[in-house]
Every structure is written in structure tokens, then in C-alpha cells.
């Protein structure tokens, strides 16, 4: 079973703080997803990343993929109270058609 | 974007009533359709795989005959739970694929309380 963990699961910070969260694995994914989720919503997809050692970046939000692709990293800079949210990493295995593994979530509040 | 709706978003049911809630694709063909369900403050858990024309793939530890889901068309597919009860309670999430299907899309959920 793959299994992606996702670190931290719970974060506080003050608006204009930095803050990265972390997935990491064992298994090589094809590629892997982050989304954010609101309550009551279902989650929406931020970004892929695909290649080993890619970095993707969404204005203040950056993406690394790993080398290996195993692991990944989304850092936002300078915080905001709209970036507060549920973000989740997900991998992609091998084709289509496949479900996603979702890391356990980080639950992220800016304090204004 | 592609779109994928649930339907209905929030259900209130009695403890032994049956719930069916439905997942559409509306502007694409989804042979593989996806049902989680998430836990407040938690991530999604995978329940099980939607397969049209086929039976449905579960996750361990997920009853089948509680949970019933039907895949009839390439834009539908339900998920019934039956005999609901409190611990059934949660935010029921259905994700579909689309193309090679790296991309999923997902719906925007539909929250079940049972009383």
C-alpha cells in the first residue's frame, strides 16, 4: 500500500509569516497533485508536478517535486488570511484511472 | 474546466433510512468514477472504485451491501447507503477522471448527517 505522509497536519501562523508543508513517501509516484479544500466543498486542484526535481510556482505558493518523486514540498511566502484552508498532497501511481493517495491533510490558519 | 456535480449537497436522514446520493459528470465520459469519504478534520479515505457496466471496486474494511453504488451510464454514478446510521454521518466526496485520467475532477460533496 502507498502511502504519502503529510507534515504538519495542523498550522497557526501570523499574516506575512512563511510556511512549508511537507509530503513525503517510500513509492515513486507518477506525479503528484496538491489541492486546497474549503469546508463544506470538495477540494480543488492547485498544481501537478511531474518531473522529478520540478518546481512550480502559483504567485505565492512554490511546488517542488522531489528528484526521486518521492516526496514533495509546497512553501508559501508572506501568508495571507485567504490562504486558510485544508491542503492536501495526493500521488498519482502508474496510469489512469487510478484513485488518488491523499496524504492526511495540513490545516493551515493565517492570523490576521 | 470539466464538471463534476453531487447531488443532493447536504441530506438529513433518519437511523435505518436508505440515502441515495448521485455523482455526475456533466461535461465528459467517465468509465472510473471515485467515492471517498472525509471525517471533519481529516483527509479523504477512498471507499470504493465506480465502475461502469461493472461491479464496484472496495476498499478493505468498506461493506458492500451497506454501501451500494451503481454505475449505469458514462455520467452517473450513485452511491445508496443503506440502513444509515449516526457513524455513517460525513462528507461524501465523488471524484472523476477525465482523458487518461491524471486528471480527476471532483465534486463538491455532499454533506450526510444521520439522526
Known amino acids: 500500500t502507498q502511502l504519502l505522509e503529510q507534515s504538519p497536519q495542523f498550522l497557526s501562523i501570523q499574516e506575512g509569516e512563511n510556511l512549508t508543508v511537507y509530503c513525503n513517501s517510500s513509492?515513486?509516484?507518477?506525479?503528484l497533485q496538491w489541492y486546497r479544500q474549503e469546508p463544506g466543498e470538495g477540494p480543488v486542484l492547485l498544481v501537478t508536478v511531474v518531473t522529478g526535481g520540478e518546481v512550480k510556482k502559483l504567485k505565492r505558493l512554490t511546488f517542488q517535486f522531489g528528484d526521486a518523486r518521492k516526496d514533495s514540498s509546497l512553501h508559501i511566502t508572506a501568508a495571507q488570511p485567504g490562504d486558510t484552508g485544508l491542503y492536501l498532497c495526493?500521488?498519482?501511481?502508474?496510469?489512469?484511472?487510478?484513485?488518488?493517495?491523499f496524504g492526511k491533510g495540513t490545516r493551515l490558519s493565517v492570523i490576521a | 474546466g470539466a464538471v463534476v456535480s453531487q447531488h443532493p449537497s447536504r441530506v438529513i436522514c433518519k437511523s435505518g433510512t436508505s440515502v441515495k446520493i448521485e455523482c455526475r459528470s456533466l461535461?465528459?465520459?467517465?468509465?472510473?468514477m471515485f467515492w471517498y469519504r472525509q471525517f471533519p478534520k481529516q483527509s479523504l479515505m477512498l471507499m470504493a472504485t465506480?465502475?461502469?457496466?461493472?461491479?464496484?471496486?472496495?476498499e478493505q474494511g468498506v461493506e458492500k451491501d451497506k454501501f451500494l453504488i451503481n454505475h449505469a451510464s458514462l455520467t452517473l454514478s450513485t452511491l445508496t447507503v443503506t440502513s444509515a446510521h449516526p457513524e455513517d454521518s460525513s462528507f461524501y466526496i465523488c471524484?472523476?477522471?477525465?482523458?487518461?485520467?491524471?486528471?480527476?475532477?471532483f465534486g463538491p460533496g455532499t454533506r450526510l448527517t444521520v439522526t
Open positions: 471524484s472523476a477522471p477525465q482523458g487518461t485520467g491524471v486528471r480527476q475532477y
Open positions: 461535461d465528459f465520459q467517465a468509465t472510473t
Open positions: 513509492s515513486v509516484f507518477s506525479s
Open positions: 495526493a500521488g498519482v501511481t502508474t496510469g489512469g484511472n487510478t484513485p488518488l493517495v
Open positions: 465506480s465502475n461502469e457496466g461493472s461491479k464496484a471496486t472496495y
